[in-house]
């Protein structure tokens, strides 16, 4: 069982930036892929950024590529999402989501834990 809980978010201006926080619990935090994926009123839960658990492989949404920067720290059993040059269509609440090995980065369905979001606001 992993618990997850995201911090970083809050309220920005257009072309500001953040840097999410996802805090994983547990002793083989190394061995789990992790995902970034966002959700806005009225949509569907979205694909933003993967890292594999070996940290060779790395995704992201195009509509973050160039934008956003997604890192871990397997000593503090943290994932980051840094995001850059924000737009208002960034406005989200933003979940850290987890699987132990592989995992299809995008593929939503595929992640067993999540966390309870952290909302982003991006205003023009």
């Known amino acids: 069982q992993v618990q997850l809980v995201e911090s970083g978010g809050g309220l920005v201006q257009a072309g500001g930036s953040l840097r999410l926080s996802c805090a994983a619990s547990g002793r083989t935090f190394s061995t789990y892929s992790m995902g970034w994926f966002r959700q806005a009123p009225a949509k569907e839960r979205e694909f933003v950024a993967g890292?594999?658990?070996?940290?060779?492989?790395?995704d992201y949404a195009d509509s973050v590529k160039g934008r956003f920067t997604i890192s871990r720290d397997n000593a503090k059993n943290t994932v980051y999402l840094q995001m850059d040059s924000l737009k208002p269509e960034d406005t989200a609440v933003y979940y850290c989501?987890?699987?132990?090995?592989?995992?299809?980065?995008?593929?939503?369905?595929?992640?067993?834990?999540w966390g309870q979001g952290t909302q982003v606001t991006v205003s023009s």
């Open positions: 989501a987890a699987k132990r090995g592989y995992v299809v980065l995008e593929f939503r369905r595929g992640y067993d834990y």
């Open positions: 890292i594999h658990w070996s940290g060779r492989s790395i």
